[in-house]
T-cell receptor, first 110, second 112 residues
Framework: ELKVEQNPLFLSMQEGKNYTIYCNYS?????LYWYRQDPGKSLESLFV?????AVKQEGRLMASLDTKARLSTLHITAAVHDLSATYFC??????????FGKGTMLLVSP | DSGVTQTPKHLITATGQRVTLRCSPR?????VYWYQQSLDQGLQFLIQ???????AKGNILERFSAQQFPDLHSELNLSSLELGDSALYFC???????????FGSGTRLTVV
């Protein structure tokens, strides 16, 4: 059974700081997705990582995938308040279904 | 607007009742997925349909069922509702695995 672990589960940051969220998964997969969720809202797709070594960047967020280590990272650069949200990684099980991590609640304060 | 439409947005019902949640996928997407999000279980995959046929099943209770119609919209039926069924139910659609999955805005179900 595929297991996906995110850490940390809660992250309080100051504006302007950098930090990384980690996503480990238990079985082989070469497809990983990052989503953002604001409270009570839908899941917004951030990144689709489809191969080993994939790196994608959008604004202050950068995601990478290491399929050999079964690890993805979401790096936040110079955080701003608008990035406050819950971030989920999700791994494709190979049957076109997603297994989600528990999410990382990010709070960015001045 | 993600292009995936879910109705209703909110639903309050009593224990023992039955409800139907509806989802219209993005234009052109053949696959529809249902997920449940609750505080204790997190986001869990329930069921997938592809072009009208059930393709994969996850942690879906026997009291729950789904179908996808010829026009590709999907319905999730929840019966004999219990307090623990209170959750956000999301529908997602995809064209293929390479393009990812687009989620609807969800239906918040409250069972009282």
């Amino acid at each position: 059974e595929l297991k996906v672990e995110q850490n940390p589960l809660f992250l309080s940051m100051q504006e302007g700081k950098n930090y990384t969220i980690y996503c480990n998964y238990s079985t082989t997969s070469d497809r990983l997705y990052w989503y953002r969720q604001d409270p009570g809202k839908s899941l917004e797709s951030l990144f689709v990582l489809l191969s080993n070594g994939a790196v994608k960047q959008e604004g202050r967020l950068m995601a990478s995938l290491d399929t050999k280590a079964r690890l993805s990272t979401l790096h936040i650069t110079a955080a701003v308040h608008d990035l406050s949200a819950t971030y989920f990684c999700a791994v494709d099980s190979g049957y076109s279904t997603l297994t989600f991590g528990k999410g990382t609640m990010l709070l960015v304060s001045p | 607007d993600s292009g995936v439409t879910q109705t209703p947005k909110h639903l309050i019902t009593a224990t023992g009742q039955r409800v139907t949640l509806r989802c219209s996928p993005r234009s052109g997407d053949l696959s529809v997925y249902w997920y449940q999000q609750s505080l204790d279980q997190g986001l869990q995959f329930l069921i997938q349909y592809y072009n009208g046929e059930e393709r994969a099943k996850g942690n879906i209770l026997e009291r729950f069922s789904a179908q996808q119609f010829p026009d590709l919209h999907s319905e999730l039926n929840l019966s004999s509702l219990e307090l623990g069924d209170s959750a956000l139910y999301f529908c997602a659609s995809s064209a293929d695995r390479l393009s990812g999955y687009t989620f609807g805005s969800g239906t918040r179900l409250t069972v009282v």
